[in-house]
């Protein structure tokens, strides 16, 4: 479905870069001319390195090190600017993607290289003639020929804005008739001021060429990448709820498109699947509230087993002796508690004890019912007293409750705590038991996990139909 526009090769532009993208990115051939250059030799060092804080010789030239470090700028590759929206200039500040990047320490390839020692700013960039029509029929403005077309932007509150990062997704999304600039980073929408160690002295605060688009009352949207990383996917969000946030500050109404992650740049997803999967996540795009609860609640870490939604109830799971945290997740019904207790006779088989936790005592009942292990209240009056474990409510885990709990008593064991979600938030803000003795049942929590994941076998499991990150996170 990707889009071949049909068009002659500018002078100033490459064929490699100009399918990049035109054809790789669905952007607008009109727009790509008036914003892309093909650079090799000593041209990106123009365009690149202009800071008056870089290296120097005596005569000013630039000094032997930092020509090293840029040597593979010659190889070529293609540079983007647009405008400054503060002053409807061009802008001296962009990016340039080398042909050939040099690496990073990690052994990774640097993809874009911006002016060094200098402060990044925003891509605003250069909107042909012929878009203007359709940008401002999307937004049902009137736009003027006449004028430069950010200046009419920053001045009108009704013409929404997105928000994306790299210059090649905003170039797609304004194809779409969307206004629409870029970041060349997560982080670069706002300063947060430090001091000379790196130590933060103040709050955070917008960027001046993205705080002059802070009118009350404009839509923004966000369409940032769909990550598939955890730790990717935090600093995502991270990002996005800062910057959210002191835009609403301003008066602004933010807004988060999201995508399936089939496809990671919102210009991947214009060039495979068409303008209308875009305005569909537009149009889908969540209010900065709801879509921070639905955040909480997402489950972004990788799946090791992934079992047939069309199965009535979960298979058997084999799981790793060496697993230390298994975390199992599958809607009521399926078989949850089942597999609980295969995995507790299993221990139990293996001569390890088991614990189960919950936040109910009908809840720990049950659950030690089906596994066949003694309640805190039942080992007294049993043959096997605690001998293959028990299971309380997490309220318990005290010394001097009637489990006169251990935390340090546990290696090997297998610790099971059902409808995880419930319990640590039972545990966090319960108005019960767990109150006053708060700090010590989280303390003895800790301990006990620690004292688990410590021994040779064992092993933490925990289950819920709505488990997401949160639990993980704080596990």
């Known amino acids: 479905m990707t889009p071949q526009f049909n068009s002659l090769l500018p002078a100033h532009i490459q064929q490699a870069h ?19 250059h093909s650079l090799s030799g000593t041209a990106p060092h123009d365009y690149l390195l202009y800071s008056d804080k870089l290296s120097r010789r005596n005569d000013g030239r630039l000094s032997q090190g930092l020509l090293r470090q840029y040597r593979h700028l010659e190889a070529g590759g293609w540079w983007c600017s647009g405008v400054d929206p503060l002053t409807g200039e061009d802008s001296l500040w962009g990016c340039f993607k080398p042909d050939a990047p040099r690496s990073n320490t990690d052994g990774k390839p640097i993809k874009y290289e911006h002016p060094p020692k200098t402060e990044t700013g925003i891509f605003a960039l250069r909107v042909p003639l012929s878009l203007l029509a359709k940008i ?6 009137s736009l003027s020929t006449e004028q430069p077309f950010w200046s009419q932007v920053i001045a009108n509150a009704d013409i929404p ?7 090649k997704k905003a170039g797609a999304i304004l194809t779409t008739g969307y206004s629409a600039i870029a970041l060349p980073g997560i982080y670069n929408g706002y300063r947060t001021p ?56 301003r008066g602004c109404q933010c807004y988060i498109a999201t995508w399936t992650k089939q496809h ?52 058997d799971l084999e799981i790793p002796p060496s697993a230390q945290l ?45 596994c066949g292990i003694n309640t805190i209240t039942e080992w007294r009056s049993s043959e096997t007293g605690r001998l293959l474990g028990y299971g309380l409510c997490v309220d318990s885990l005290r010394r001097d409750c009637q489990a006169a709990f251990d935390p340090t008593a546990w290696e090997d064991a297998v610790v099971i705590i059902d409808e995880v979600e419930q319990v640590l938030w039972h545990l966090l803000d319960a108005d019960t038991e767990v109150k006053k003795h708060r700090v010590e049942i989280l303390r003895n929590l800790r301990q006990l996990l620690r004292s688990v994941i410590s021994s040779e076998w064992g092993q933490i499991v925990i289950s819920d139909a709505d488990l997401s990150d949160v639990s993980l996170d704080y596990l």
């Open 326 to 370: 298994i975390a199992l997740k599958a809607r009521k019904g399926r078989g949850k508690t089942r597999q609980l207790a295969l995995i507790v006779e299993r221990a139990i088989s293996q001569g390890r004890p088991a614990l189960i936790l919950c936040h109910r005592r009908q809840l720990v009942e049950e659950l030690c019912r089906r």
């Open 194 to 249: 430090k001091d000379v160690e790196g130590n933060k002295t103040g709050s955070p605060s917008l960027i001046p060429q993205l705080l002059a688009f802070a009118t009350p009352g404009r839509k923004i949207v966000f369409a940032f990448d769909s990550e598939t990383k955890p730790t990717t996917i935090r600093n995502v969000n991270t990002a996005i709820q800062t910057t959210a946030k002191l835009l609403e500050d």
């Open 264 to 315: 990671k740049g919102v210009d991947d997803l214009i060039a495979a699947q068409g303008e209308q999967a875009f305005e569909k996540a537009v149009s889908l795009a969540k209010p900065l509230a709801l879509w921070q609860v639905f955040q909480l609640k997402q489950l972004t870490y990788p799946i090791s087993v992934e079992i047939d939604p069309k199965l009535r109830y979960l298979p």
């Open 161 to 167: 804005l997105v928000i994306t990062e790299g210059a």
């Open 136 to 141: 401002g029929s999307s937004c049902q403005q």
């Open 18 to 36: 100009w399918d990049e993208w035109v054809n790789g990115s669905a952007i607008d051939p009109a727009l790509t001319a008036l914003n892309l």
